[in-house]
């Protein structure tokens, strides 16, 4: 083994220690292992998204077809914040699609922009609790 090919095989976190094993097969191995990670939490994710897409579509259905009834109709009147008017519609409906979307885009950020713990992120946290006590 050349100097080159040592050289590749130390982590780039400025310890200058070698990984332990084979080095490079491990370093593969763990990268694998983050890929399939992240392929799992995008599915889990987009599983997720579907089937709370697809109950609140069925909470603005029955929203929908209460406020027909409640109201006598389309909304011809507008939106109002209360209900039994005819032709006015209750908005409620607002809050909790707000909400959903609100929680959908905090998971879709955790899940896409999640980024591996990497060596320089273990030696600050190290550094830290070293200061600390």
Do not use: C
Not at 48 to 60: D, K, N, Y
Not at 62 to 77: D, L, R, V
Not at 95 to 102: E, F, M, R, S, T
């Amino acid at each position: 083994m050349n100097s080159d090919n040592q050289e590749a095989d130390v982590p780039q976190d400025g310890t200058g220690a070698e990984p332990p094993g084979n080095g490079r097969k491990d370093t593969d191995e763990v990268a694998r292992q983050e890929a399939i990670a992240q392929i799992k939490r995008r599915r889990r994710f987009h599983i997720e998204l579907v089937v709370s897409g697809i109950g609140m579509a069925f909470l603005v259905l029955i929203w929908a077809t209460t406020e027909y009834h409640n109201a006598g109709g389309w909304p011809t009147q507008g939106f109002s914040q209360s209900s039994g008017i005819h032709d006015v519609w209750n908005y409620w409906i607002i809050y909790p699609v707000g909400a959903w979307i609100l929680i959908m885009a905090g998971r879709a950020w955790s899940v896409y922009r999640h980024r591996g713990i990497s060596e320089s992120d273990i030696k600050r946290e190290i550094d830290r609790r070293a200061r600390r006590g």
